[in-house]
């Protein structure tokens, strides 16, 4: 049974960085893709970045690009959301998530597993 298990979040200051880390367990991630997602109150849980686990190849929503770099170590099994200058808009809880795929996708419902999520609050 594949877990996530996000750790990271925190209160940090407009401008300010965090990094998310997201450890996987329970399989082997080859073929897999993993993304980070994130929901403020009141809105709908939006995507955020997104890697294949092999070959390392990024994708990212228009509204981080620049500031927020996705990553893993394979040796780890653990995926990384770096996140720099951020933005009071950025406050949110944060979910890291694996498809059995190759394919990157922004839907949310395409993903197979899903972490507890890890709050995130930019303050102004």
């Known amino acids: 049974q594949v877990q996530l298990e996000e750790s990271g979040g925190g209160s940090v200051q407009a401008g300010g960085s965090l990094t998310l880390s997201c450890a996987a367990s329970?399989?082997?991630?080859?073929?897999?893709?993993m993304g980070w997602f994130r929901q403020a109150p009141g809105k709908k849980r939006e995507f955020v970045a997104g890697?294949?686990?092999?070959?390392?190849?990024?994708y990212y929503a228009d509204s981080v690009k620049g500031r927020f770099t996705i990553s893993r170590d394979s040796a780890k099994n653990t995926v990384y959301l770096q996140m720099n200058s951020l933005k009071p808009e950025d406050t949110a809880v944060y979910y890291c998530?694996?498809?059995?795929?190759?394919?990157?996708?922004?839907?949310?419902?395409?993903?197979?597993?899903w972490g507890q999520g890890t709050q995130v609050t930019v303050s102004s």
């Open positions: 998530a694996a498809r059995r795929s190759m394919v990157v996708t922004l839907a949310g419902d395409m993903y197979d597993y």
């Open positions: 329970g399989g082997g991630f080859s073929g897999y893709v």
């Open positions: 890697i294949r686990w092999n070959g390392g190849n990024t």
